[in-house]
T-cell receptor, first 116, second 117 residues
């Protein structure tokens, strides 16, 4: 399978706990995005990596959220001190470099987070 | 500011009927890209089509067709002879055409299509 993969697919946690999600993009894609999707809404942008550099963050990404892409391959998204409002589907997407004419983003299956 | 409006929240059609999903967008950029994605019950977003702002040609792919009109800022999606497998939430999305920096997608709220057998 050469698509975008995410782990875990589901996570249930208690309020106040920390959680970490992993995303493995398509191997030749150097652009990686994290989005959050709540029920009945479209995905909303959280943050963007070009190779290992985190170049943009949305105002949705509070101080409790941190993301890394240490070697420009897989990425992790950590949420500290989770709150019930963090319950959502967290989606990862990857794409080729801009200017290649192939800038469509390919999405992983998502990690569904439930905070009790 | 980038904004995508999908006014149709839910649509139900009987199998084999044609259905059009509407998408209206707002942007101040002169170059941009528009996309349609399908989200079946499994949850994974599936890329359907990309269109850049300079290409207003309509596109047909099998039972799917897209009508892009810059004059009305619309990018509508038609499914011909709908099938039960078309049941999903469909998202229209917009992104800037940036060579550097994020080309993050701005999504509409989606249209839930139910095809009744």
């Amino acid at each position: 399978d050469t698509g975008v993969s995410q782990d875990p697919r589901h996570k249930i946690t208690k309020r106040g706990q920390n959680v970490t999600f992993r995303c493995d993009p398509i191997s030749e894609h150097n652009r990686l995005y994290w989005y959050r999707q709540t029920l009945g809404q479209g995905p909303e942008f959280l943050t963007y990596f070009q190779n290992e550099a985190q170049l943009e963050k949305s105002r949705l990404l509070s101080d409790r959220f941190s993301a890394e892409r240490p070697k420009g391959s897989f990425s992790t998204l950590e949420i500290q001190r989770t709150e019930q409002g963090d319950s959502a589907m967290y989606l990862c997407a990857s794409s080729l470099e801009a200017g290649t004419g192939n800038n469509e983003q390919f999405f992983g299956p998502g990690t569904r987070l439930t905070v009790l | 500011a980038q904004k995508v409006t999908q006014a149709q929240t839910e649509i139900s059609v009987v199998e084999k009927e044609d259905v059009t999903l509407d998408c209206v967008y707002e942007t101040r950029d002169t170059t941009y890209y528009l996309f349609w994605y399908k989200q079946p019950p499994s949850g994974e977003l599936v890329f359907l089509i990309r269109r850049n702002s300079f290409d207003e040609q309509n596109e047909i792919s099998g039972r799917y067709s897209w009508n892009f009109q810059k004059s009305t800022s619309s990018f509508n999606f038609t499914i011909t002879a709908s099938q039960v497998v078309d049941s999903a939430v469909y998202f229209c999305a917009l992104t800037r055409d940036r060579q550097t920096g994020a080309n993050n997608l701005f999504f509409g709220t989606g249209t839930r299509l139910t095809v009744i057998p």
